[in-house]
């Protein structure tokens, strides 16, 4: 029969560890409540769109800097409208600088999210995780690098989903950041590319939806990029095979 002197050792959660995800979590709600998720919109796009180009113009570097925080803040807080937000980014500052400011932003994002998630459940997870768990933890943390730019470059699971689980896997800082950097770009230059385009579209009049971007051709050079980065996995498993 335990008593309150073993109840009190039981390890637990410093709410000051949970801090990080409780304003996350509050910043998600407060997009929600105040209906901010109209404003990341095509629509929005559309209709302010002189006035973007011109503070674009006018005032580049501002222009610039509020992007990237903006960007950091949908992704840190894991708010839905990222490919919106891609998009935009060709839209307002062309394919190529379009895609440096997104990748930056975005793998800002992502590294804060990640550092919350590991700061707050990381620990705790791990401890009270099963064997298959912890025996899937060594393996992705052997090879880290190769199986998170599989999942950066294939957009089969949500971004912010990619972001959480390494947190919780026990991924190196450093092979996150580089993943993510290194990962995103091919599908942030298609997103871009589109956004550099998007005005003629808007002057046709034509309708645009974000599902008509991923082409079963892009889906297939992402593929086979993802397939590269699995090759050094593919050849170490091969080397030790036969070293058996």
């Not at 006018?58 to 840190?76: D, G, K, T």
């Amino acid at each position: 029969m335990s008593t309150d002197q073993d109840r009190e050792k039981k390890p637990g959660i410093p709410w000051r560890r949970l801090l990080p995800l409780a304003v996350l979590a509050a910043g998600l709600s407060a997009f929600f409540v105040f209906d901010l998720d109209s404003y990341i919109s095509f629509e929005t796009l559309h209709q302010n769109r002189v006035w973007l180009m011109q503070q674009v113009a006018e005032s580049p570097l501002l222009a610039i800097a509020a992007f990237v925080a903006l960007y950091i803040a949908v992704v840190a807080f894991s708010l839905p409208g990222g490919a919106v937000m891609t998009i935009a980014g060709g839209f307002l500052f062309g394919q190529w600088l379009g895609t440096v400011y997104v990748t930056v932003a975005a793998t800002a994002g992502a590294t804060v999210l990640f550092l919350a998630a590991r700061t707050a459940l990381g620990d705790v997870l791990r401890a009270k995780a099963g064997p298959f768990l912890k025996k899937m933890e060594a393996g992705f943390r052997e090879d880290a690098l190769s199986y998170l730019l599989v999942l950066r470059l294939i957009p089969v699971f949500p971004f912010f989903i990619v972001n959480l689980v390494p947190a919780f896997l026990g991924i190196p800082l450093k092979a996150f950041v580089i993943a993510t950097f290194v990962g995103i770009i091919p599908g942030t230059f298609v997103y871009a590319t589109v956004g550099a385009g998007l005005g003629s579209i808007f002057d046709s009049g034509e309708r645009f939806s974000v599902h008509s971007i991923l082409t079963p051709e892009i889906v297939t050079a992402l593929v086979g990029l993802a397939i590269l980065a699995l090759l050094p996995v593919a050849y170490k498993k091969f080397k030790a095979s036969r070293g058996r």
